[in-house]
C-alpha cells in the first residue's frame, strides 16, 4: 500500500494480446481505400445537396452582413463539422465500416478495442484533415509505413483490413482470437 502512495507505478503491456490477435489480418489496398473515401465524400455532397444550408445557412445570412471573413470562417467550419459527423457516425453505427468501405469490402479495425468507439470514430474523422495536410502527404504515408497506416490510422490507432481475403497466417498465440476478437471480425478475416 505505501509504495502506492510514493507514485511508484509499473508499465502493464495490456495491448499485446490485441495485437497478437490482430496479427496475420489482410490489410486493404490504398486503391480500395482511396474509392471508399471517394464514395464517402459523394454521399456527403449528396446529403449537403439533400438539406442545403440548414441551421448553419441561417448564421451565414447572418454572417454575411458582418463580412466576408465571418463567412468564410462559417464555410470552412460547416464543412468540416459536416464530414467530421458523417464519418465519425457512419463509422461508429457501421461497426467500422462506412457505406464505402462496406461497398469496397475493407473494415477500419481498432488496435486497442475490442470494437470501434465513439471517440476513435470521431478521432479518425478529424485525422483526415491532418492527412490532407501538406498536399495530401499524410495519405501517401500508407506506402512508408509497415502496416500500411495513413496518418489518420496512426491519430485514432487503427487499421484498415481486407475482408476478401484470408488471414495469411494466425496469431501467434490461437486461444487469444477467441477472447479479444469481436465474433463477426474473428469469423470474417
Not at 471517440?119 to 500508407?142: H, M, N, P, T, V
Amino acid at each position: 500500500m505505501l509504495k502506492r502512495w510514493r507514485g511508484e507505478r509499473w508499465f502493464h503491456a495490456h495491448e499485446t494480446a490485441r495485437f497478437d490477435a490482430l496479427n496475420g489480418l489482410p490489410l486493404a489496398s490504398f486503391k480500395r481505400r482511396a474509392w471508399a473515401f471517394l464514395l464517402d465524400l459523394a454521399i456527403v455532397v449528396a446529403i449537403k445537396g439533400l438539406f442545403g444550408g440548414g441551421p448553419i445557412g441561417h448564421l451565414k445570412h447572418l454572417a454575411e452582413e458582418h463580412g466576408e471573413l465571418m463567412v468564410r470562417i462559417l464555410d470552412e467550419g460547416k464543412e468540416i463539422i459536416e464530414s467530421v459527423l458523417y464519418f465519425g457516425i457512419a463509422l461508429k453505427l457501421g461497426k467500422g465500416q462506412t457505406p464505402g468501405k462496406r461497398l469496397m469490402k475493407i473494415k477500419v479495425v481498432s488496435l486497442t478495442e475490442d470494437s470501434m468507439g465513439w471517440w476513435q470514430s470521431i478521432e479518425r474523422a478529424l485525422g483526415y484533415a491532418a492527412s490532407l495536410l501538406e498536399g495530401g502527404f499524410g495519405f501517401a504515408q500508407f506506402y512508408l509505413n509497415r502496416n500500411r497506416m495513413c496518418v489518420h490510422d496512426r491519430i485514432a490507432e487503427t487499421i484498415v483490413v481486407d475482408l476478401q481475403r484470408p488471414r495469411t497466417h494466425g496469431p501467434l498465440h490461437p486461444h487469444v482470437v477467441k477472447e479479444s476478437l469481436p465474433a463477426e471480425t474473428a469469423a470474417t478475416v
